[in-house]
């Protein structure tokens, strides 16, 4: 069908094949013009089965790879990188406020009993001790997260997928190749890139039809 849709000649092509054959190509080429750029390509790229994008040329692939799909990843993961670095920053500041705190009770001269137990006491130092000696939380860097993703993008377009076989011996989909990969947490970003785009409908088929039950289930309902 693609090499058919693509303008390849087949043989022994009939005129009737060849009409249809060009008004598809034609219909797709005009509906996809609306699209955003790279979109569709960053969808293909998303599937683990076809993200080398074998069906386009070597030209194509590469700006796709290079401009579309790591641009997006990179795009995706600074929002995450700064949203990580928000909560980090809210940690440190925790974590500083209650060491002043400590600070401020040692330094003055006296106290009064915190406690009424000899136990409860020993647990209140307990957790001064363990607030004092906290291990300071680590702030990534720009560097370290662009490291990150770059790994996690070549990580990706190197391994081939290993699409699991069910019990029926059929293999599972990319969705639920993605939900395996969000478990073990091997592609972080790329994993919400794929959320992303591959929620995408294929087609407005789906729709239409929820769309005509729709009509059928009102027209019932006032014929009654």
């Known amino acids: 069908m693609f090499v058919m849709l693509c303008g390849h000649r087949v043989s022994r092509e009939s005129n009737l094949v060849k009409t249809l054959r060009v008004q598809i190509y034609d219909s797709l ?7 955003i750029p790279g ?16 069906f386009l040329s070597t030209a194509v ?10 641009a997006e990843v990179r795009r995706v993961g600074a929002v995450v990188f700064e949203k990580n670095l928000k909560k980090i920053d809210e940690e440190i500041k925790k974590q500083q406020e209650e060491v002043a705190a400590l600070d401020e009770i040692d330094d003055q001269e006296a106290q009064p009993p915190e406690c009424d137990s ?18 300071p939380l680590h702030r990534p860097t720009q560097n370290e ?22 019990s029926n011996g059929v293999y599972n989909s990319p969705f639920e190749w993605w939900y395996r990969q969000e478990q073990l947490n091997e592609y972080p ?22 769309f005509s039950l729709l009509g059928y289930v009102v027209d019932k309902i006032e014929r009654d």
Not at 125 to 135: I, M, S, Y
């Open 118 to 135: 000899l136990l409860e006491d020993v647990i209140n130092q307990q957790k001064k001790a363990k607030t004092r000696h906290a291990v």
């Open 145 to 166: 997260f662009d490291k990150q993703i770059n790994e996690e993008i070549q990580k990706y377009l190197r391994f081939e997928p290993l699409l699991e076989m069910r």
């Open 61 to 70: 692939q590469r700006t796709a790879w290079e401009k579309r799909f790591t």
């Open 39 to 54: 979109t569709t390509q960053i969808a293909t790229m998303c599937d683990p089965r076809h993200k080398s994008l074998w």
């Open 29 to 35: 080429n005009t509906r996809l013009l609306n699209c």
């Open 189 to 210: 970003i790329i994993s919400l890139v794929a959320r992303k785009y591959m929620c995408i409908p294929a087609s407005e088929a789906p729709c239409e039809r929820v």
